[in-house]
């Protein structure tokens, strides 16, 4: 995996790296060691999958406070989607700024918030 840190501090986009032969690829998407290396320390608690039947579908924001604050893993494995973060974060230097990048299945990348 190829770790690149978007303009929001603590967010990046993973690009996954892939292993192709004869039967199509495979790719790793998480390796404890990687992610500490960007300061991810905590367990992973929940893996969720979502679907979405309609083109234009607009999913909603996801925010939480502490305790309840959750680390995001975003990825898009069959069609595309363009992920927007906002930095709501008080304090912060990109206080309300925000970033956009298209996840698809075929550039394989994923965003971590």
């Not at 790719?27 to 367990?43: D, L, N, S, V």
């Not at 604050?69 to 912060?92: P, Q, T």
Request: glycine share 8%; with cysteine; proline share 3%.
């Amino acid at each position: 995996m190829t770790f690149t840190e978007t303009p929001l501090k603590g967010s990046y986009i993973i690009e996954l790296n892939t292993f192709t032969d004869g039967r199509g690829w495979f790719a790793r998407t998480y390796c404890k060691e990687e992610f500490a290396a960007i300061g991810h320390t905590k367990e992973w608690v929940q893996l969720n999958h979502s679907f979405t039947s309609y083109a234009g579908t607009i999913r909603g924001m996801h925010f939480q406070l502490p305790p309840f604050k959750e680390i995001k893993l975003v990825r898009c494995i069959a069609g595309r989607v363009y992920d927007v973060i906002v930095d709501l974060r008080k304090g912060s230097e990109t206080f309300l700024k925000s970033y956009g990048v298209e996840l698809s299945a075929q550039n394989k990348k994923m965003i971590y918030i």
